[in-house]
């Protein structure tokens, strides 16, 4: 039975107050035909369809995920082994810094006992010779005589050495180690903390433009700089520095986004491109000498190796242990982390050139995607294996020179000569133009994005002013 008061089958309330002589109560044969005719089947089917996809595409999404996750905790357990590899460094010129100071220590009180020593020697062979004259004297009363004064004067002198030798002295030097450094360590549990960074927490996609809140003039221009400074590469490092690749000036700076001013620089042997973290504690560094430099973020940069190439090196993205690099010309080069080449990309399935003067390089982080900026193919996008995907074109961007991704879904590419930043959504079609040169944009060389404080950071050419976006 069906009852129209309460749309149930066989309605219990009804039933239970004796409502079987209700008008509203039907049979369900008498009115499956009036409702089938009004309810749209194919829309529920589709809506069921629809439902099916994006249950499919949050379950890909999370297993994507997962792979993620897998990775980052492979890498995690890597930084705890290089930082317990770090603290061997350390520890290691430590022991040599204790064995150094112990050496010198040892050396001193040597020295000391050894001219003591000679001290006595010469006493000694004094004495000896002493008794030796004093013997042959024997009979030569003259003779005698003088021997005994200079004896008597042997004696005095050997006397007095004697009782400045006879000082007692502890022959042992000992080492007491610091306390507070075992102290400082038994406190410890772990080498640090494990967390779900903010910075890298799922966020829910973004399907709008950004629109500019405000804008900043970082001028990265130092006191001893020869020329206007060329930023072709930046990035972000963990702790959230800028990092700039100052081409005409040879050097690395490092700059702090948040009080806008340059903290300190690492000159470079070769004018340097692209610059991208390959750990919480290193970058690599594309030179204009076909040569990767690798350089360590402490308290202050360092220069350490090198990787030679065959190419030549422009921008420079690093993920999974691999170097991804452009040569301003027709290739991207896959590299390992020892400068063994893996992969050239050159060519789409058709057996043309994907790229036009290759330039920056940036990741997807939510689908398995390599974005490159090619002067004049626009932006292209190839999949993790290499193979072409398709390329963004658009009659507002012109010679396309930087790119990075906000990591909720879009994607933004700097126009060298149309002075602008466009923003691209997930499905790979414009959303919108963020920055332009109304915003004071002038030749955008690369650009990279803070997602702890939602800032677009813009290098130009021959400027020493990097544009601080504020976009909401």
Known sequence: MYCGNHDDVGCTTCMALNHRSCADVQSIPDIVDSKIITTDVDKIHQKLQELEILLGKIMNARQRLIEDLKKSKTKSVMTIKDFRKDMETILEQLEKESIKELEKKFIDEESKL?????????????LKQAMNDLKKSEGNKAQQFVSMKMSLKSIAETEDVSRSLQTSIDADISFSFDPAILEFLQQLKTFGSVRHDSATALRPLRTTVYSVKRIENLNIRGQNDKETCSVYGSCLTEDGSLLLAD?????IKRADVVKMSVTD????????????CTSKTETAVCLNNNTIQFVILGKQMTTTRQIQTNHYCFGIAHKDDKLYITDNYQSLYIHDMTGNVLQTVTQNNAGQSLFSNSRNVAFSYLYD??????????LV??????????????????????????????LFVSGFSSNNVIQIGRDGKKLGVVANSSNG??????LCFDTRQCKLVISQESSNVVKIIHLQ
């Open 381 to 410: 996008i190839i999949d993790g294996q290499g193979n072409h995907c398709q390329n963004f074109t658009d009659c507002e961007l012109s010679v396309a020179s930087g790119v990075c991704t906000d990591h909720r879904g879009n």
């Open 114 to 126: 050894l001219e003591e020593k000679k001290k006595a020697e010469t006493e000694l062979d004094g």
């Open 247 to 251: 081409n005409t000036n040879n050097k």
């Open 265 to 276: 620089y690492c000159c470079v042997p070769a004018g340097p491109y692209g610059v991208c």
């Open 369 to 378: 995607k390599v974005f490159v900026a090619s002067c004049n193919k626009g």
């Open 441 to 446: 944009l002038k030749c955008p060389l690369s």
